[in-house]
């Protein structure tokens, strides 16, 4: 059976420090990506989705970014994080076989606070 | 673009009473829609999905009907449980370019059910 791991669970940084957010699928293959961030009540935005290694499309610009070495493996990052980089984050994975009907597998999530 | 509008929470509401959350889509093409649910320190789990007109989704005493004229998907349950205690997120998936069906998420709406 397919899983979803997203670590670490709960983060606490500095303003101006680097983040590393990491989430591994198993139990697929070629599966679609995504990092979403939810803010608080402020629903759900997507930041990133990835179709395969090294695809990587953004819908806001912001400083952080993304990166997909291995085809199961998605990486959320920043060199310098700001107050408003807080919030929980979540990453998903779909089939990816090009259908409307796809749904998202949610990890556990990570929340980030930056004092 | 599309875009998934929700009705605004929290929704409190007693134990067995009658649950409805508002929403409502638009979309450039013909959408897959869908309602996830976020319980407490959690990700999001699909709760129930329709991929056409007049198609009604149904899960765990939840349902919603996808009514194309209405651009709405609107989900109910006759009678909530404590446990039913959650935040509900509409979502669609549409094609985007490139072919992938990229998901589009509503705000979500707070539910609150007191014994």
């Known amino acids: 059976s397919q899983t979803i791991h997203q670590w670490p669970a709960t983060l606490v940084q500095p303003v101006g420090s680097p983040l590393s957010l990491e989430c591994t699928v198993e139990g697929t293959s070629n599966p679609n990506l995504y990092w979403y961030r939810q803010a608080a009540g402020r629903g759900l935005q997507l930041l990133f989705y990835s179709v395969g290694i090294g695809q990587i499309s953004s819908e806001v610009p912001q400083n952080l970014s993304a990166s997909r070495p291995q085809d199961r493996q998605f990486i959320l990052s920043s060199k310098k994080l700001l107050l408003s980089d807080s919030g929980f984050y979540l990453c998903?994975?779909?089939?990816?076989?090009?259908?409307?009907?796809?749904?998202?597998?949610f990890g556990s999530g990570t929340q980030l606070s930056v004092l | 673009g599309n875009s998934v509008t929700q009705m605004e929470g929290p929704v409190t509401l007693s134990e067995e009473a009658f649950l409805t959350i508002n929403c409502t889509y638009t979309a450039t093409g013909y959408p897959s829609l869908f309602w996830y649910v976020q319980y407490p320190g959690e990700g999001l789990q699909l709760l129930l999905k329709a991929t056409k007109a007049d198609d009604k989704g149904s899960n765990k005493g939840f349902e919603a009907t996808y009514r194309k004229e209405t651009t709405s998907f609107h989900l109910e349950k006759g009678s909530v449980q404590v446990s039913d205690s959650a935040v509900y997120f509409c979502a669609l998936s549409d094609q985007a370019s490139g072919g992938s069906y990229i998901p589009t998420f509503g705000r979500g709406t707070s539910l609150i059910v007191h014994p």
């Open positions: 998903a994975w779909s089939d990816g076989r090009g259908i409307s009907n796809e749904k998202l597998f």
